[in-house]
């Protein structure tokens, strides 16, 4: 690895720690920055900067180390410890890379959607959900996993609010987020609560050792795993818990609804297999019983109904919000699976479909950029008007229908045989189903864009008019992400197996990359 | 003759106190009960006193919503600029110890500068909620009182 002698040795051993200071630190001071200009320059460092210590930290882990950083010198298990692992270091890297993919869109787009007033605060409190969700990532401490839940809420809160200078019912949407979200993380604290009072730790790794001697714990501990499925599956939008989902993605600024669908929910799923298979372990009966029934009951059926939701939507945000839950379907069920195999396949799928999402979400901002669309209707003949725009769009719901030399297709084929793998045939059917109805969904926006003619405003044909090059570039780069991936997913099925690895200990889950 | 004549003199002696007493909690925790949360809330509550009584525009030429803001941001400077000192220092992030030559004496700098950044920001949070909301259209007039 010799792009890791590039990082100061200081940086290294202190980088699990600078990730989460820089931007909430930052975040703090643009709040009370008077320039718009300079937020953002300011905000788009700081991601280049979390990205490119991010990229050490994985180069690092996949050296073979693993790092523990205490917070204020204090060792695990009494103070809070900052744990990069092979878990942790991918979601890390994903995370700073999109907020800097979102940060090049933002600068036209906010301009477009945010009041001139609103705007330093608004990069600010963007700097702090992003310090947010990646402290839930990185640390090591049950309780601290709370707090960062906390802060990412509470900022992606107001984020969401942001979207009224455009659409006024972005304040129902971030209202209803905020207490649904709220909701869920009481559910969330109290479930840490309860385990907190079973093994009298909260650091994740203790806490585990303690469950493992005590085979599973008493009741409380039952409880503790019920509260705290409900409280993450609130977060990620599990099935039945997802109704805040649609109208936050739908109303919110495309920005933060870009960086949300491609961060904030793969977050909390990283926490779900993190306490799943970490703290509690498949093992002790009643966890192996939860995931068997609940993750892929609920997951089944998310990929079922919220793809039949997303076939009747009219707007298109909304359609994608939908094929969001059901895309996390796809995840819980490889999570579900409680394999090594199917750890990896729901662990890939949530890497590939954050650059699926988060492109697709792109271009659609582009769209309202330029023509003020969101209804499916109106997107007559964009094929011509926004070429560059519908080709990347394209391109990315080609990756997520899940077609050959696509990152869709390699996560759907990897979570299909790790369910084959446990004879689930039926679990088979239903993803391929689900790809059909996914079929069907994005072929309703691209059937309107390529097969119609654009409308004819004022007697003229609408003319041409491509979006700024700042956001061609980031829906460029993630549609050709999404190609590289899917030609070659050697390094995605690396990083997928890593994780699953340190969730179960057998080695290579996955057979090598599956490429077409 | 204005209305509220006793609650006028008795809050204008008592929040000279409340400010004291909150600065008393501040000091005082790191050897008992209270800290910098407690003591924000209580000098929070002097400011929010000031403002009932004498009306939110009088409150925002005593406290002006500008310096609230920046008290926000300035609390978690000093708490997060504390961490960036031992780091500077050589030590980890937030590790007090090494703020003074004897580590006892570092803990107890760490924590009274922490504490600090916390009542800040603690107190500029309080008036800067209640403000936003007291600062809405009044449904009751005084007349109606």
């Given at each position: 690895?010799?792009?890791?002698?590039?990082?100061?040795?200081?940086?290294?051993?202190?980088?699990?720690?600078?990730?989460?200071?820089?931007?909430?630190?930052?975040?703090?001071?643009?709040?009370?920055?008077?320039?718009?200009?300079?937020?953002?320059?300011?905000?788009?460092?700081?991601?280049?900067?979390?990205?490119?210590?991010?990229?050490?930290?994985?180069?690092?882990?996949?050296?073979?180390?693993?790092?523990?950083?205490?917070?204020?010198?204090?060792?695990?298990?009494?103070?809070?410890?900052?744990?990069?692992?092979?878990?942790?270091?991918?979601?890390l890297l994903l995370i700073s890379l999109m907020a800097v993919l979102c940060l090049l869109y933002a600068w036209p787009s906010v301009r477009a959607e945010v009041e001139p007033k609103k705007r330093a605060p608004f990069y600010a409190a963007f700097l702090v959900c992003?310090?947010?969700?990646?402290?839930?990532?990185?640390?090591?401490?049950?309780?601290?996993?709370?707090?960062?839940?906390?802060?990412?809420?509470?900022?992606?809160?107001?984020?969401?609010?942001?979207?009224?200078?455009?659409?006024?019912?972005?304040?129902?949407?971030?209202?209803?987020?905020?207490?649904?979200?709220?909701?869920?993380?009481?559910?969330?604290?109290?479930?840490?609560?309860?385990?907190?009072?079973?093994?009298?730790?909260?650091?994740?790794?203790?806490?585990?050792?303690?469950?493992?001697?005590?085979?599973?714990?008493?009741?409380?501990?039952?409880?503790?795993?019920?509260?705290?499925?409900?409280?993450?599956?609130?977060?990620?939008?599990?099935?039945?818990?997802?109704?805040?989902?649609?109208?936050?993605?739908?109303?919110?600024?495309?920005?933060?609804?870009?960086?949300?669908?491609?961060?904030?929910?793969?977050?909390?799923?990283?926490?779900?297999?993190?306490?799943?298979?970490?703290?509690?372990?498949?093992?002790?009966?009643?966890?192996?019983?939860?995931?068997?029934?609940?993750?892929?009951?609920?997951?089944?059926?998310?990929?079922?109904?919220?793809?039949?939701?997303?076939?009747?939507?009219?707007?298109?945000?909304?359609?994608?919000?939908?094929?969001?839950?059901?895309?996390?379907?796809?995840?819980?069920?490889?999570?579900?699976?409680?394999?090594?195999?199917?750890?990896?396949?729901?662990?890939?799928?949530?890497?590939?479909?954050?650059?699926?999402?988060?492109?697709?979400?792109?271009?659609?901002?582009?769209?309202?950029?330029?023509?003020?669309?969101?209804?499916?209707?109106?997107?007559?003949?964009?094929?011509?008007?926004?070429?560059?725009?519908?080709?990347?769009?394209?391109?990315?719901?080609?990756?997520?229908?899940?077609?050959?030399?696509?990152?869709?297709?390699?996560?759907?084929?990897?979570?299909?045989?790790?369910?084959?793998?446990?004879?689930?045939?039926?679990?088979?059917?239903?993803?391929?189903?689900?790809?059909?109805?996914?079929?069907?969904?994005?072929?309703?926006?691209?059937?309107?864009?390529?097969?119609?003619?654009?409308?004819?405003?004022?007697?003229?044909?609408?003319?041409?008019?491509?979006?700024?090059?700042?956001?061609?570039?980031?829906?460029?780069?993630?549609?050709?992400?999404?190609?590289?991936?899917?030609?070659?997913?050697?390094?995605?099925?690396?990083?997928?197996?890593?994780?699953?690895?340190?969730?179960?200990?057998?080695?290579?889950?996955?057979?090598?990359?599956?490429?077409? | 003759?204005?209305?509220?004549?006793?609650?006028?003199?008795?809050?204008?002696?008592?929040?000279?106190?409340?400010?004291?007493?909150?600065?008393?909690?501040?000091?005082?925790?790191?050897?008992?009960?209270?800290?910098?949360?407690?003591?924000?809330?209580?000098?929070?509550?002097?400011?929010?006193?000031?403002?009932?009584?004498?009306?939110?525009?009088?409150?925002?030429?005593?406290?002006?919503?500008?310096?609230?803001?920046?008290?926000?941001?300035?609390?978690?400077?000093?708490?997060?600029?504390?961490?960036?000192?031992?780091?500077?220092?050589?030590?980890?992030?937030?590790?007090?110890?090494?703020?003074?030559?004897?580590?006892?004496?570092?803990?107890?700098?760490?924590?009274?500068?922490?504490?600090?950044?916390?009542?800040?920001?603690?107190?500029?949070?309080?008036?800067?909620?209640?403000?936003?909301?007291?600062?809405?259209?009044?449904?009751?007039?005084?007349?109606?009182?």
């Amino acid at each position: 690895m010799d792009l890791l002698s590039f990082f100061p040795e200081w940086v290294m051993t202190h980088g699990a720690a600078l990730l989460v200071v820089l931007p909430l630190l930052m975040g703090v001071v643009l709040a009370i920055l008077p320039s718009e200009k300079l937020a953002w320059a300011l905000a788009f460092i700081v991601a280049l900067i979390c990205s490119v210590l991010a990229l050490g930290l994985v180069l690092q882990i996949f050296g073979g180390e693993s790092l523990v950083y205490s917070m204020g010198g204090w060792d695990p298990p009494h103070g809070i410890s900052y744990v990069v692992d092979a878990l942790s270091a991918p979601v890390l890297l994903l995370i700073s890379l999109m907020a800097v993919l979102c940060l090049l869109y933002a600068w036209p787009s906010v301009r477009a959607e945010v009041e001139p007033k609103k705007r330093a605060p608004f990069y600010a409190a963007f700097l702090v959900c992003m310090a947010g969700l990646l402290g839930m990532v990185v640390t090591g401490d049950a309780f601290n996993v709370f707090v960062f839940l906390e802060v990412s809420s509470i900022s992606t809160y107001v984020l969401v609010g942001m979207g009224a200078s455009r659409d006024r019912r972005a304040l129902t949407a971030s209202f209803n987020y905020l207490i649904l979200g709220s909701i869920g993380a009481t559910f969330f604290v109290v479930g840490l609560g309860f385990l907190f009072m079973e093994t009298g730790t909260l650091n994740m790794a203790d806490m585990a050792r303690i469950l493992r001697d005590l085979d599973g714990g008493s009741r409380v501990a039952q409880v503790a795993f019920a509260f705290i499925i409900i409280g993450l599956g609130l977060k990620l939008a599990m099935f039945p818990l997802h109704v805040w989902l649609p109208s936050a993605y739908a109303h919110s600024p495309s920005f933060v609804t870009a960086f949300l669908a491609s961060t904030a929910t793969k977050a909390a799923l990283y926490l779900l297999l993190r306490f799943t298979f970490t703290i509690f372990d498949v093992n002790i009966n009643y966890v192996g019983r939860a995931e068997m029934i609940l993750l892929v009951g609920f997951g089944v059926a998310g990929m079922i109904f919220a793809s039949l939701q997303a076939i009747f939507q009219t707007d298109a945000r909304r359609t994608l919000a939908y094929s969001s839950v059901a895309q996390v379907g796809y995840m819980l069920l490889g999570i579900g699976l409680a394999t090594a195999a199917g750890a990896a396949a729901g662990y890939l799928h949530l890497l590939n479909h954050a650059v699926i999402k988060g492109g697709l979400f792109i271009c659609l901002g582009a769209m309202w950029y330029r023509f003020g669309i969101t209804r499916i209707s109106d997107f007559r003949g964009l094929s011509k008007t926004m070429p560059w725009t519908m080709g990347a769009f394209t391109i990315s719901a080609l990756s997520l229908i899940g077609v050959p030399f696509t990152a869709g297709f390699v996560s759907k084929v990897n979570l299909a045989t790790a369910a084959a793998n446990e004879g689930w045939w039926w679990a088979v059917g239903v993803i391929v189903i689900t790809s059909i109805l996914a079929i069907i969904y994005m072929g309703n926006i691209l059937k309107e864009a390529y097969f119609k003619e654009p409308p004819v405003v004022n007697g003229a044909i609408v003319a041409r008019n491509e979006a700024p090059l700042m956001m061609l570039i980031p829906m460029w780069a993630l549609a050709l992400a999404s190609i590289a991936i899917g030609i070659n997913s050697d390094l995605m099925v690396q990083a997928a197996n890593g994780a699953a690895e340190l969730l179960f200990p057998v080695t290579n889950a996955l057979p090598g990359g599956v490429t077409p | 003759m204005n209305p509220h004549v006793i609650l006028r003199v008795v809050s204008k002696f008592l929040i000279p106190l409340i400010a004291l007493f909150a600065f008393y909690v501040q000091f005082h925790g790191d050897f008992g009960p209270g800290g910098g949360f407690q003591a924000g809330v209580i000098l929070a509550a002097a400011v929010i006193l000031y403002a009932l009584i004498f009306g939110i525009d009088a409150a925002k030429k005593a406290v002006p919503p500008s310096a609230v803001r920046i008290g926000m941001s300035l609390g978690v400077l000093i708490y997060g600029g504390t961490g960036v000192a031992t780091w500077l220092l050589g030590a980890n992030f937030l590790e007090y110890g090494v703020l003074a030559h004897d580590p006892s004496h570092g803990q107890h700098y760490g924590i009274l500068a922490v504490e600090l950044g916390v009542l800040f920001s603690v107190a500029s949070v309080m008036v800067a909620i209640f403000y936003a909301f007291g600062s809405r259209q009044p449904d009751l007039t005084d007349e109606d009182w």
